[in-house]
Nanobody
Framework: QVQLVESGGGLVQAGGSLRLSCAVSGSIFSFNEMGWYRQAPGKQRELVARITSGGNTNYADSVKGRSAISRANAGKTLYLQMNSLKPEDTAVYYC?????????WGQGTQVTVSS
C-alpha cells in the first residue's frame, strides 16, 4: 500500500520561505514521477512542479525562479523549496506519485502567506 504524507506547511510572511516535504511509504516502481500541486479556496487544483525519477523537472510559470523541487532517500522523499512567497501562494499543497500505472495523493499541507 503506497501512502504519501506531506509536512512543512504553515504561516509565513510575504517574502519568506518554506520547504515542504512528502514522505512515501510502500513499494514504488523505479521509473516514476512525483509532483506538487496546490489548491486555493474556490479554485481548481493546479500543478506547481513535478520531477521524474530521471531528475527532469518542470514548474508552473507562477513559481518558476523562486521554487525548487527535489527528491532524496532513493526517491521516496519529495521536497519543494519555496522562496519569495506571495499571498497568492496561499493554498493547500498536495504531493502526488505516479507509479505502477497508478496515481497516489497525499492529504495536503496548508500554506498561508500573510501580506
Amino acid at each position: 500500500q503506497v501512502q504519501l504524507v506531506e509536512s512543512g506547511g504553515g504561516l509565513v510572511q510575504a517574502g519568506g520561505s518554506l520547504r515542504l516535504s512528502c514522505a512515501v511509504s510502500g513499494s514504488i516502481f523505479s521509473f516514476n514521477e512525483m509532483g506538487w500541486y496546490r489548491q486555493a479556496p474556490g479554485k481548481q487544483r493546479e500543478l506547481v512542479a513535478r520531477i521524474t525519477s530521471g531528475g527532469n523537472t518542470n514548474y508552473a510559470d507562477s513559481v518558476k525562479g523562486r521554487s525548487a523541487i527535489s527528491r532524496a532517500n532513493a526517491g521516496k522523499t519529495l521536497y519543494l523549496q519555496m522562496n519569495s512567497l506571495k499571498p497568492e501562494d496561499t493554498a493547500v499543497y498536495y504531493c502526488n506519485l505516479l507509479t505502477w500505472g497508478s496515481l497516489y495523493w497525499g492529504q495536503g499541507t496548508q500554506v498561508t502567506v500573510s501580506s
